[in-house]
């Protein structure tokens, strides 16, 4: 069983920086796909970037790309996710989330079978 405990988030004012953590265990094999997402009030919940164990490039949304960049510890099973140049619409609670299967790219929330307990950015003056 997959099991993500994410860690980080918060309040930081527009223009700021916030790193959210993720570490992951319980996986079988050698392949899997893990990635953020986020869920604003009202809205959908939605791909932000996702990573597969192979390192391949990974998929960031166009909202922010450029502003986010995640990044893999193989050594201490911990996923990053980098966000810089925050702005108040990136406010959401983000969750980390994984599939014990090779997606490559693919960041669709319906993909992802095993998610963390998520965690809130609000990112406001």
């Known amino acids: 069983q997959v099991q993500l405990v994410e860690a980080g988030g918060g309040l930081v004012q527009p223009g700021g920086s916030l790193r959210l953590s993720c570490a992951a265990s319980?996986?079988?094999?050698?392949?899997?796909?893990i990635g953020w997402f986020r869920q604003a009030p009202g809205k959908e919940r939605e791909g932000v970037s996702c990573i597969s164990s192979s390192d391949s490039s990974p998929y960031y949304a166009d909202s922010v790309k450029g502003r986010f960049t995640i990044s893999k510890d193989n050594g201490k099973n911990t996923v990053y996710l980098q966000m810089n140049s925050l702005k108040p619409e990136d406010t959401a609670v983000y969750y980390c989330?994984?599939?014990?299967?090779?997606?490559?790219?693919?960041?669709?929330?319906?993909?992802?079978?095993?998610w963390g307990q998520g965690t809130q950015v609000t990112v406001s003056s």
């Open positions: 989330a994984a599939e014990n299967l090779p997606l490559g790219r693919l960041c669709e929330p319906l993909l992802y079978d095993y």
């Open positions: 319980g996986f079988t094999g050698d392949y899997y796909n």
